[in-house]
């Protein structure tokens, strides 16, 4: 088998050896990102001139991967949404006799803490991009706490909910609260969790004004999380 | 670090990494498992369950960050075990919770043989079984969707038998006539259905359930055509269309090392085997296989007092949304490097077809999948926790899982499609030495399809009591989707035109392939025309479409795509002689097989029914479905002649002399053969599109993307 | 290929049937040109000693005349299917005849309204698989469904019309020529589904009224009564 241009290259090497040394490496770092583009050559005829077009990329790999993923999600949301207001405009009465009203002012605070989250992520996106790295671990231990908030009261009012004799099986109104409500919450837990790791990440000290992909990415996620939310609250709470 | 040959230094990353995912997944795992274990407390294997969590835990704290070889291969033993072990719970019990532990056991196995291979990079489990080249992925594929096809296809043959003699025993393994006359035993196969059928039910083996004396019974028919359609779709041409060419392809025709993500990449390709051991798990769980037809309809599929069905059609549910997890990061995989990582030069419209169709299709997938997910999701929770979102008695609404799955579906069939119309396109300029006709109205051409596909899916509902008017604006955009279609054709009619044709085996298929789709795209808009649906909708009409656009389509790109990269793939050439027989063969009793399906669905012969005797009307045309069936052998048997062909030459093939047998343009026959790790010596840079041939004035009738000749401007 | 056709007993039968020709022969032109083009390319172009490939990229007068061409075709199709289908599944012809077709797995359940015409009323007639009409009458069927989604299909009236569950639709037919006709079920709906059939009689008139005189017997006070089944069967 012939030789590759890519054998191991001294950094490469050093970087093996060091894997052991703590030395973080960026997400970003080596998710693949493209081979350090050769240097245009000059146009042979016949060209159009615009070789230089795939050097110009906008964003990074993960940044990209991570709005495509976002997408994704959008649809998976899509399709369960589009489900329930079948259900809630096809139905006769909504919610069906016998079933417990939802919680509609409870909720209209727990929208407010969640969308405040919002804030508070773009903050610590903020700071570090001037790389204030206290300012960052303030905000994103802010936004833990809120989404944390959030689920706890989502979690309390299920509970009360349930108790009232709202369940997956009472009726399709039941499915559909806790499907569609639930893969958000779902969603809010994972990104609870991720938005931790990120937080415990900062207070290593891990990101700098140069390098935070992992925060971006991060915050993205939590966009999409946030405002699914009020859209969500309009549908299924607000008649 | 004296190696074999050198290794990459991204690799090296990209194993890294994993290593780093997988602990942090064991510590994640092993945490919850505690809790939830303790929360739930499953009366079964409860303290096993406990185990499993504080091993995983305390393996994953100790390999953080540090290669721990021995520690970190630990996962390999009792991730086998735990995955055999949830198997065999969810099959016995049967339990989704054991497949659940599968799933979790299948990850604990590839984390460990990945620990292996990060140490020995270079050993068979680092390059063959846990490999990050986007080649060798693309060959774990090939391999997963050509196994998967002898299964998807024996079944094909298997209710064929059915059909053409219902209710006959098979030969060899059936039970002999005098037997079923005379009830006393003549063969030694009588003797042992005798003692097998005696047994009562429960302690029945798997031969005496579902095919008593050797004939199929009327229930297993129904699961044979449901999981040989769920196999052929899911597990053959997506893995080999979208798996194998789309990741050997796309780096090596856009000019790069290797996928953006390749660690997803390899994730992708084992998530997709574990849901393949769900998927096939399910004919050995009590009760059968899902039988409710690939498109799973509901209330049928949603409620197992109605199909018979319990455990089989769950499982049918659960594997196809772990395999969307795998095609999602297929999908994000490809978009991502064909925006990001085209070599310098490469713009978008200097792309081969090939790569804008698996551009497109991956978009596709990233839009259409997702949908599929959450209408399985809400199957999956009509099946297991008593929602009712398809079952009218509980407020339900069984037309809402056509709209959702259909809505999938359409575009769908259009994934498996564009990329056949991609590698078709590759191949025919080649072959006549030729520009490929109308570059660019060929990429949009696609396009219109891939969008027009979006707002079509009602196609399928013509009858199901959906509003007419609805029927009337599908049947429009339908009848529009053959414009983009008419455009492809007749712009290959126009490569050919003019052209020095070379009739190679890969020009064959391709030619094979363009014949067979317009014969399946025209069977198409009689469907399209509402009132004439009314009538072959659920025919054997249908069936012939399906199989004209996806075996004479999909099925017949794959092959030529193979014949034409095999020898990139391999570094040899598959035998020609052997190709050409097993193209003929293929051509004839292919034509033989599905053509009189016609024939069938216009005298009204009703699909996925396994005994056409049953009705008076049909008895005129059994005659014709024993020539279907025995011309279905003949084509079946043909693909053997491929097997043979293609397993000898990867091994003892004729070698290649040049990296560029075909002497074609694209980027991928500048790489060295078989290309190493990261490809190309150095990064190409693309000068002009993918299908200079024959410029005027030149020696060679080949202008390879990488080199600066005088080519127009423009292109 | 189209005189496979099963005979065509219904009043838009003969149109669907047109219609079916009309694309048969459009589609089968297309190919026929698809096909022949193909082959001739192939003898004319194949691989010869110092004749080179043509250098062309394309030709957009060539793909505005296909697309074109394409389009129109496509839409004369859609506006010929239109009115047709309008016809077949909105603007339905007043009922002279009224049954309800339950499917339940699996069987067809067929109600009729009684002589009063109304239905459920006392001479409601409920049976199995046995559907009765008069010839030339226009009939709406009311189908809907027990269990899972079925589909009502008699290949002879080119009519097809899946039962829904929780869903009640209406399909018509207009039978010009008695004779009997099977009605299999065309929607997988179990392990039952092949072999789920009923029977579909058109009746001359004469038959007709002999049916219903022995599905509903007059009362016994009249003369006309035979005898003993009709006691029987009567309730009064
Ligand atoms: C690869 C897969 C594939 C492809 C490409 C297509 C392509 C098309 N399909 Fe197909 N279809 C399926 C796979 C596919 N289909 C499957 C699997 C089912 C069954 C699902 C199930 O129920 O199990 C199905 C079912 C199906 C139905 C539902 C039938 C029913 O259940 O009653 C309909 C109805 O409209 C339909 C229509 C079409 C049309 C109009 C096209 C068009 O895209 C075709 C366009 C192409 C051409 C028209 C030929 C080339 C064009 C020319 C040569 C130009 C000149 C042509 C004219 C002037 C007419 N298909
Ligand atoms: C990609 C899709 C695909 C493919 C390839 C096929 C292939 C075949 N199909 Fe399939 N079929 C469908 C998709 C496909 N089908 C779908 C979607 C349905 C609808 C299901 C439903 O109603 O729900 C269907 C339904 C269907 C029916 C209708 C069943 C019914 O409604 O009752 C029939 C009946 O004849 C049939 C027959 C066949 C036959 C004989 C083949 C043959 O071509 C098979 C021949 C191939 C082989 C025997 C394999 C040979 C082995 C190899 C090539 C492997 C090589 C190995 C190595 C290199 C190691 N199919
Ligand atoms: Cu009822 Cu099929
Ligand atoms: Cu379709």
Redesign the interface.
Known sequence: MPATAASVSPQAAYEWSSRDSGEVLELDHFSGNPPPPTPALPYGPGDDGDDGEAESRPVGNAVLGMLLFLGTDAMFFAALIGAFIVFKYGALDWPPLGQPRLPVMVTGANTVILLASGLTMFQAYRRIRRGAAAGLQKNLALTALLGTTFLLIQGYEWIKLLGYGLTLSSSVYGATFYTLIGCHALHVAGAVLWLLVVWWRATQGRFTAARHTAVLLCSMYWYLVVLLWPLLYLLVYLN | MAHAHPISADELKQRRLFGEIFSAVMIVTGMLFVLLTLLIRPESGLLARLAFGVAALVNGILTWRKPQKWLGTLPLLYGTLWAVWGLQQGISTPSLLGFADFLVGFFFLVGGLGNLAEHHPHGFIGTHLISMDHKMIGKQFLTLGLLMMILGGGFALLFRWQLAYPDKPLPLIGASAQFLESGEPKTGMDKLWMEWLQKDESEQNWLAKNMPMGAVA??F??SLFTMHATIMIFFVVMPILIGCFGNFLIPLMIGTRDMAFPVLNMLSFWVAVASGVVMLAGFFVPGGHA???WTS?T??AA?AA???VDMGQVLWSFSLIVLGVSSLMGSINYITTIINMRAPGMTLFRMPLAIWSLFIVAILLLLALPVLTSALAMLLFDQTLGTSFFN?AGGG???LWQHLFWFFGHPEVYILILPAMGLASEILPVF????????R?MVWAMVAIAFLGWIVWGHHMF???MN??L??TF??ST??I??PS??K???W??T????????TVPMLFA?GF??MF??GG??G??MA????D??I???YYIVAHIHYVVFGGSIFGIFAGLYYWFPKMYGRLMNATWGKVHFWLTFVSFNCTFFPM??LG???H?R????PL????LKQFQGMNEFITISAFVLGFTQLIFAVNFVYCMFKGRQVESDNPWRANTLEWVAPTPPPHGNFMATPTVHHGP?E????GRET?FVPQTEKAAVPAG? | ??D???ENVST?GS??DF??HV??Y??AS??VL??A??IY??IK????EG?????????AT??WV??S???V???A??F???P???E???QRPPAEVEVRVTGK?FNWQILYPGPDRQFDTADDYQIDNDLHVPVNAVVHVHLNSL???H?F?V?QL?????A????N?TAWFQATKPGV??I?C??????????M?GTLYVDTPEEYEAWKLQTWPPAPAAEAAPADSAGAANPL
């Open positions: 009327p229930a028919y129904n039988a409710a037809g309809y209330p049928l409620n109605w199909t018979g009218v609404e069984p037309l006549s030495r030729k520009p490929i006709f109308g570059y109205a009858q199901s009591g007419p008017r029927g009337t049947m429009i009848m529009l053959a414009v008419a455009i054709t007749f712009n009619l126009g050919l035109w003019g052209g020095s044709i070379r009739f030619l363009v014949s317009v014969i025209l069977s808009i009689y025309s509402t009132p004439v009314m009538f909708h659920d025919t016609h024939i216009v005298g009204g009703m996925r029914i396994a005994n049953q009705y008076d009307f299908y041939y024959s410029v005027p009738d292109h | 290929m189209l496979w056709l099963p838009y149109r669907i219609i079916f694309i048969y459009l589609t297309v190919f698809v096909s083009t193909m390319f192939l172009y194949r691989q010869r004749r080179p490939a043509t250098y062309t990229h394309g030709n060539l793909e296909w697309t061409a394409t389009t075709a496509m839409f199709l859609a010929a299917s239109k047709l289908w309008g077949i599944k909105q797995q269990d899972v989604i589909s299909f290949p080119r009519l097809k019309q899946d829904v569950p929780g869903h639709i006709y099977e299999p065309a929607e997988l709906c179990g392990f039952g589904h092949s072999g059939k």
